[in-house]
């Protein structure tokens, strides 16, 4: 059964450990993700943007297939299906179809439509019992074709935020989505350090996890992060095995182009990068 995420990113702070959300985007990435998880005996969040959430078929497709795996691949760690950076519309729309947990992207609203948007979201999560993740200042990188530098959010801004009641909150620290180009600063301990002075125990959430060195990764997790978004780095893994596997040309070997053949290589890239991944966050043995 799926879970909120409220729960097990509280543990995960008291803990000093991060929850990885590892964003789906089919079968074969949902079912590598959650046996890993059960196998690695790690809480796991499942994430899903708008965009993947339309190349599914749509948000009760979603949550059918994963409800459905949960079931018969015997799945039993905490296992939360997120919409990430969701528009209000997408945030209603996936309440609806069942998820366990929401990301309203408000950070490109004005700071007052963000808190008025974000306030309504928090009552009604809070009835549904699903957890809800804001965000403050927008992250950099290339995020569903909008291209950002990775600012770094106001830490009045998101005590305002924090406050509304939501469970968990994305602040931008300079992060960004997708591959981190050669000239990337780093990301701003000082603003993370700030933010979690005004927001206490909030778990905080590191999106663009990909790319960004292991020490880092600690330090941030030292400092309140709690959840930390991985997806680039398992479209890469599972892109270099599939390469591979036709190069090698074992799609014309036998039935080397049935489709259970064709995308296992991927499919086992992906386990090994979230197993990595895991190892690096602490989630391990945390279910």
């Given at each position: 059964?799926?879970?909120?995420?409220?729960?097990?990113?509280?543990?995960?702070?008291?803990?000093?450990?991060?929850?990885?959300?590892?964003?789906?985007?089919?079968?074969?990435?949902?079912?590598?993700i959650?046996?890993?998880?059960?196998?690695?005996?790690?809480?796991?969040?499942?994430?899903?943007?708008?965009?993947?959430?339309?190349?599914?078929?749509?948000?009760?497709?979603?949550?059918?297939?994963?409800?459905?795996?949960?079931?018969?691949?015997?799945?039993?760690?905490?296992?939360?299906?997120?919409?990430?950076?969701?528009?209000?519309?997408?945030?209603?729309?996936?309440?609806?179809?069942?998820?366990?947990?929401?990301?309203?992207?408000g950070?490109?609203?004005a700071?007052?439509?963000?808190?008025?948007?974000?306030?309504?979201?928090?009552k009604?999560?809070?009835?549904?019992?699903?957890?809800?993740?804001?965000e403050?200042?927008?992250?950099?990188?290339?995020?569903?074709?909008?291209?950002?530098?990775?600012?770094?959010a106001?830490p009045?801004e998101?005590?305002m935020?924090?406050?509304?009641?939501i469970?968990f909150?994305?602040?931008?620290?300079?992060?960004?989505?997708?591959?981190?180009?050669?000239?990337?600063?780093?990301?701003?301990?000082?603003?993370l350090?700030?933010?979690?002075?005004?927001?206490?125990?909030?778990p905080?959430?590191?999106?663009?996890?990909?790319?960004?060195?292991?020490?880092?990764?600690?330090?941030?997790?030292?400092l309140?992060?709690?959840?930390?978004?991985?997806?680039?780095?398992?479209?890469?893994?599972?892109?270099?095995a599939?390469?591979?596997?036709?190069?090698?040309?074992?799609?014309?070997?036998?039935k080397?182009f049935?489709?259970?053949?064709?995308?296992?290589?991927?499919?086992e890239?992906?386990?090994?990068?979230?197993?990595?991944?895991?190892?690096?966050?602490?989630?391990?043995?945390?279910?």
């Amino acid at each position: 059964m799926l879970v909120s995420a409220k729960e097990m990113l509280q543990k995960a702070v008291a803990g000093h450990y991060a929850v990885g959300q590892f964003n789906i985007n089919n079968l074969e990435w949902t079912k590598a993700i959650l046996l890993t998880a059960q196998e690695c005996n790690s809480p796991v969040i499942l994430g899903v943007s708008e965009g993947a959430g339309k190349y599914m078929a749509g948000y009760k497709t979603i949550v059918g297939m994963v409800n459905g795996m949960l079931e018969e691949l015997n799945i039993t760690v905490p296992v939360a299906l997120h919409l990430d950076h969701g528009s209000y519309d997408a945030c209603y729309k996936c309440i609806e179809a069942g998820f366990s947990s929401i990301m309203f992207d408000g950070s490109h609203y004005a700071i007052e439509e963000n808190v008025a948007k974000t306030k309504e979201l928090v009552k009604v999560c809070a009835e549904k019992g699903i957890s809800l993740e804001a965000e403050v200042g927008s992250i950099g990188g290339e995020e569903d074709g909008v291209i950002g530098m990775g600012e770094c959010a106001d830490p009045n801004e998101c005590k305002m935020i924090a406050d509304l009641g939501i469970d968990f909150l994305a602040a931008g620290i300079g992060n960004i989505h997708g591959k981190y180009p050669a000239n990337w600063a780093g990301l701003s301990f000082e603003t993370l350090a700030a933010i979690q002075e005004k927001t206490g125990d909030l778990p905080l959430v590191l999106h663009g996890g990909t790319g960004i060195p292991d020490d880092m990764i600690k330090k941030a997790i030292d400092l309140g992060v709690a959840k930390i978004n991985v997806n680039t780095e398992c479209q890469l893994v599972f892109a270099e095995a599939t390469r591979q596997y036709i190069e090698a040309g074992k799609d014309q070997q036998g039935k080397g182009f049935d489709p259970r053949k064709l995308l296992a290589p991927g499919t086992e890239a992906i386990k090994a990068k979230v197993k990595e991944k895991m190892e690096i966050f602490g989630s391990i043995g945390r279910a």
